[in-house]
Nanobody, 122 residues
Framework: VQLQASGGGLVQAGGSLRLSCAAS????????MGWFRQAPGKGREFVAA????????YYEDSVKGRFTISRDNAKNTVYLQMNSLKPEDTAVYYC????????????????WGQGTLVTVSS
């Protein structure tokens, strides 16, 4: 399984970006796809996740109401729409896939993309 993350960039505070994570090598019919982020000097933290089969979504509290995770099963792709971005959202964003149930722990995810850098200027 390969995950390819894209869509990062530089944006001013209050702006928007949409990240994409395309999966290849297998078709996901179950499990969960998640987005995590890692800021300089910090650990990898959970951002959002979505179930492949039921579309149920989960969010970290600080992004609720600003970020939206969605999926396109036909394209094996998950998206993270990020609105009202803040400087504290600056980080490398990673997409991950787990074949088991929802988790907000990065160690529970089996596959990872390469990361895409999001920089929010104040």
């Amino acid at each position: 399984v390969q995950l390819q993350a894209s869509g990062g960039g530089l944006v001013q505070a209050g702006g928007s970006l949409r990240l994409s994570c395309a999966a290849s090598g297998r078709t996901f019919s179950d499990g969960v796809m998640g987005w995590f982020r890692q800021a300089p000097g910090k650990g990898r933290e959970f951002v959002a996740a979505i179930g492949w089969s039921d579309g149920r979504t989960y969010y970290e509290d600080s992004v609720k109401g600003r970020f939206t995770i969605s999926r396109d099963n036909a394209k094996n792709t998950v998206y993270l729409q990020m609105n009202s971005l803040k400087p504290e959202d600056t980080a490398v964003y990673y997409c991950g896939a787990t074949q088991s149930r929802y988790s907000d722990l990065w160690v529970e995810y089996d596959f990872w993309g390469q990361g895409t850098l999001v920089t929010v200027s104040s």
